[in-house]
């Protein structure tokens, strides 16, 4: 298969999650090697899951495919370009590339804008929409203490 092929396949998954009405008009697989891995819908509705976009949901997919928390040599295709959250998570999953159908100007025209988002994280936490303090500080930190020396800890 081409990229073609594989954009053609994640517009599918949009087309068909619309029509059986489970989720949001987006669809994404990944790829490694020539080969669909994982693929995910929208399916934030349906689950009761507002971080079940179809790229999270993909990336969920391969990842329990493959048995592994990196996808470094695989490509997401997904119908549009990815919110915040979904790019953050194409990072931490490792994936080598992102190629999208729509725009994120695309998914504002029928109500589904992450504009606010854009705006809202690199704002100082003191300025952000929602009331966010630091507390426990003393007390959360043994975790990160213990993890720093834990011969037993699996880095990602």
Known sequence: MDRNQFMRAAIALAEKNVAEGTGGPFGAVIVRDGEIIGEGTNRVTSDNDPTAHAEVMAIRNACEKLGTYSLEGCEVYTSCE??????????????????????????????????????????????????????????????FQAWAVSEDKIPY
């Open 82 to 143: 990815p919110c915040p959250m979904c790019l953050s998570a194409i990072y931490w999953a490792r994936l080598d590339r992102i190629f999208y159908g729509n725009t994120k100007a695309d998914a504002a025209e029928i109500d589904f804008d992450d504009a606010f988002l854009y705006t809202e994280i690199p704002k100082p936490i003191s300025e952000r929409t929602i009331p966010t303090k630091q507390i426990l500080h003393d007390e959360s930190i043994k975790a």
